[in-house]
């Protein structure tokens, strides 16, 4: 665990309850990101970013301080995401994928800087892409975007989603095949 967490989490673990503000001023931002990719909107992100630090203070005393805090508070966010995403109808359209902040310039294209047939095309693209990550399992979807957007590793996506290394591969097996099979027609048209 890195140094400055576990001296933080041994203070809120000694009593010092404002301790836990450096906790959540040091990784929330990451939460959040996270959150927003797996729920899709930013009020939902919200909510999981609000819930993950509520269950990691109430639970802090059970935390293994020889883990990473990040890891652990990953795995909580990912849970938070998957519950809530389990409540949510399948129905349910998503948002682009870039986080709020990056959202604008970088995931939408400026009508000015590029034609209206590229622009129209893109919306399409981006559309798509949401109805098929709405097609995947809350554990597959979660899986899949601690892969191929947040880079996590095997290792760290099991841990998060409290899986063995052969489920966790199956589990994003599964989801690239399902978005290849939903992607297919954007690629051979």
Not at 90 to 116: F, K, Q, Y
């Amino acid at each position: 665990m890195d140094e400055s967490d576990a001296v933080v989490v041994a203070q809120v673990c000694a009593g010092d309850s404002d301790a836990f503000r450096v906790l959540v001023e040091r990784h929330s931002r990451m939460v959040f990101r996270l959150a927003y990719r797996l729920t899709g909107n930013q009020q939902d992100a919200e909510d999981v970013v609000q819930e993950t630090f509520l269950r990691a203070y109430r639970r802090l005393k059970r935390f293994e301080s020889r883990a990473s805090f990040g890891t652990w508070i990953h795995r909580i966010a990912a849970n938070c995401a998957m519950d809530l995403l389990r409540q949510r109808p399948r129905s349910h359209v998503l948002a682009p994928l870039g986080a709020p902040e990056t959202a604008g310039a970088a995931d939408t294209p400026d009508e000015g800087a590029i034609g209206p047939d590229r622009w129209a095309e893109s919306a399409e693209i981006r559309m798509k892409l949401g109805h098929a990550l709405d097609e995947l399992t809350p554990c597959e979807r979660t899986a899949f975007m601690l892969r191929h957007f947040e880079g996590r590793s095997l290792q760290e996506i099991g841990q998060a989603l409290g899986l063995r290394t052969s489920a966790t591969k199956h589990s994003i097996f599964r989801a690239v095949q399902k978005m290849r099979r939903a992607l297919e027609p954007l690629v051979t048209s």
